[in-house]
């Protein structure tokens, strides 16, 4: 197996947007934001944290290598598949089928409203039961608030996969990247770095 990063990101990438196209075909339907979701948070999660664990693995195999070495296999290698993936995903969700865009936007802002008014009602009960009628007035404020900016994204038909909402994303995946690296690199490395 090869020993450069670029290499096993591409591979990375490869099974990421396999992933992306199996979830596409086979489960877009009344439950595709969920589906993503699930997909995103478990699938994706075991597969980077494989692929980066794989490519620092094989880097050492046979040699001694030191901590930024390690930690600049593992970053560089989900790195190349984290971004080849997200402009991969941009481009396909914006330019080649908008109707799956569109879905997934409405079921994410659906998503949220009906977390919402789960959660108000949870807290209604509780705050019905206290003393203090002003934490009613301020739920009931809350949650009109927060609701009526749910419909108005609704409404206007917000794209959540613009480039500026996906670039806000894709940082959270870079921190995701940076603390994994550093964990893996940590685990891997086996000579100090001035012996």
């Given at each position: 197996?090869t020993?450069?990063?670029?290499?096993?990101?591409?591979?990375?990438?490869?099974?990421?947007?396999?992933?992306?196209?199996i979830v596409?075909?086979?489960?877009?339907?009344?439950?595709?934001f969920?589906?993503?979701?699930?997909?995103?948070a478990?699938?994706?999660?075991?597969?980077?944290?494989?692929?980066?664990f794989?490519s620092?693995y094989w880097?050492?195999?046979?040699?001694?290598?030191?901590?930024?070495?390690?930690?600049?296999?593992?970053?560089?290698?989900?790195?190349?598949?984290?971004?080849?993936?997200?402009?991969?995903?941009?481009?396909?969700?914006?330019?080649?089928?908008t109707?799956?865009?569109?879905?997934?936007n409405?079921?994410?802002?659906q998503?949220?409203?009906?977390?919402?008014?789960?959660s108000?009602?949870?807290?209604?009960?509780?705050?019905?039961?206290?003393?203090?009628?002003?934490?009613?007035?301020?739920?009931?404020?809350?949650?009109t608030?927060?609701?009526?900016?749910?419909?108005?994204?609704?409404?206007?038909?917000?794209?959540?996969?613009?480039f500026?909402?996906?670039?806000?994303?894709?940082?959270?995946?870079?921190?995701?990247?940076?603390?994994?690296?550093?964990?893996?690199?940590?685990?891997?490395?086996?000579?100090?770095?001035?012996?």
């Amino acid at each position: 197996m090869t020993k450069n990063p670029v290499t096993i990101g591409f591979i990375l990438y490869a099974l990421t947007m396999l992933a992306f196209f199996i979830v596409y075909y086979f489960f877009a339907n009344a439950n595709y934001f969920e589906t993503t979701m699930q997909v995103n948070a478990f699938g994706m999660t075991f597969l980077y944290v494989l692929a980066g664990f794989a490519s620092t693995y094989w880097l050492r195999v046979g040699t001694l290598i030191t901590y930024p070495q390690a930690f600049k296999q593992t970053f560089l290698t989900l790195f190349t598949g984290g971004v080849l993936s997200m402009f991969s995903i941009f481009a396909f969700l914006n330019y080649v089928d908008t109707d799956a865009r569109d879905l997934l936007n409405h079921q994410y802002i659906q998503t949220e409203l009906d977390n919402l008014d789960e959660s108000y009602a949870k807290l209604k009960v509780e705050a019905a039961n206290q003393k203090d009628r002003t934490k009613v007035k301020d739920l009931e404020e809350n949650y009109t608030g927060a609701k009526l900016a749910r419909e108005a994204a609704l409404k206007e038909n917000r794209n959540y996969f613009s480039f500026k909402f996906m670039s806000a994303v894709f940082g959270g995946f870079l921190l995701f990247y940076l603390l994994l690296s550093i964990i893996i690199a940590g685990f891997l490395k086996n000579k100090k770095r001035y012996e």
